[in-house]
């Protein structure tokens, strides 16, 4: 899969890899967060990311989360961290929608039922522009019954969601 943004100035491609590689680990670290090392969370069966690639350079990932609730499967997003410098040279919109789109299809695909995002800042993304852009979109939000994100080093919980799709 890959992502194409263009401008009146050219295009930028930016190629997604779903993974859950322990050499991919430290992909999260380009992003800013803090779960490269906990191997509990890498070793949750539901858990895995959508590293971005850029002239085969990390440029971010996202992390997904399958949790079940009452039933049905969800494909949760904490952590929707691309680089710095891909959010210097691609609107933060544009890129945030297309990953949205991405993680819906990828959602369909493996038969869940929707997209959630963590309303938390400190859980959606270490990115503001990010997060302005999630706040905008005015989403639907639900309360969950709580699921674990990670453990260290911090425990993180997703209770409150934005439903995505």
Known sequence: RALVYREA????TVELELTK???HA???LTAGVCVATDVELWNTPGFGHLALWEGGVCAGSVHLLVVEE???RYLVLPGINPTLALLERTSAESLVRALLATTHELALSAKLSGVWIP???SIHSNRRAVHEVLAAMDLPVRRTRGHAFSVSPYTYRVD???IAS
């Open 119 to 121: 309303t938390s800042p």
């Open 9 to 12: 100035a050219g295009s930028l």
């Open 70 to 72: 009452a039933g049905a």
């Open 26 to 28: 430290p992909i999260g």
């Open 160 to 162: 409150d969601v934005w």
């Open 21 to 23: 590689r322990d050499v």
